[in-house]
Structures are given as C-alpha cells and as structure tokens.
C-alpha cells in the first residue's frame, strides 16, 4: 500500500507562480513512476508530468516549458513547479504513483488561476 500526500494549490493570477509537493509513504518500490495529473470540471484526467525514478521525464504539451517536475528520491517527494499559469490550467491537480503494477492515487488539490 502507498499513501500519496499532496500540498501547495491555491489561487493564483495569470502568469503567476505554484509549486505543489506529494510525498509518498508505505511500500515504495525501487522501480516507480511518480507524476501529476489533474482533471478540469467536465473534462477527463490527464496527464501534466512524470518522472521515473532514475530522473525520465515526460510533460504534457500543454504546459512545456512553463512547468518543471522534479523529485527527491530520498524522501520519496515529488514536485511540480508551475510558472506563467494560466486560466486553463486552473483543475484539481492529482499525485499519481505506479510501481510494481499497482496505481496509487492522491486525495487532490485545486489549482485555480484566475484571468
């Protein structure tokens, strides 16, 4: 079992700065998947960011260049800095684990940007 703790939305003007943390705790594997997703209201989840835990790193199109993920595998913490946020951006962010083949899900944290 993997325990997934989220922190660090908020509101935000356009072209504004967030960063938001999850920090996994239980059965970490050493091979894993840590990343962000988030969901719009009426919108399916999609994927913002992952990133491996030998540091591969995929990004959401949408928000290349503007946002960073990062982790700190000692402390088994992932980040997400976002910069120049938009109104778009503005969902429920959610921190995503996978190893071992099992799917761990964050409890949410809203990121709202307004214009």
């Known amino acids: 079992q993997v325990h997934l703790v989220e922190s660090g939305g908020g509101l935000v003007q356009a072209g504004g700065s967030l960063r938001l943390s999850c920090a996994a705790s239980g059965t970490i594997f050493s091979i894993n998947i840590m990343g962000w997703y988030r969901q719009a209201p009426g919108k399916q989840r999609e994927l913002v960011a992952r990133?491996?835990?030998?540091?591969?790193?995929n990004y959401a199109d949408s928000v290349k260049g503007r946002f960073t993920i990062s982790r700190d595998n000692a402390k088994n913490t992932i980040f997400l800095q976002m910069n120049s946020l938009k109104p778009e951006d503005t969902a429920v962010y959610y921190c995503?684990?996978?190893?071992?083949?099992?799917?761990?899900w964050g409890q949410g944290t809203q990121v709202t940007v307004s214009s």
């Open positions: 990133i491996t835990k030998s540091g591969i790193i």
């Open positions: 995503n684990y996978w190893g071992a083949a099992m799917n761990y």
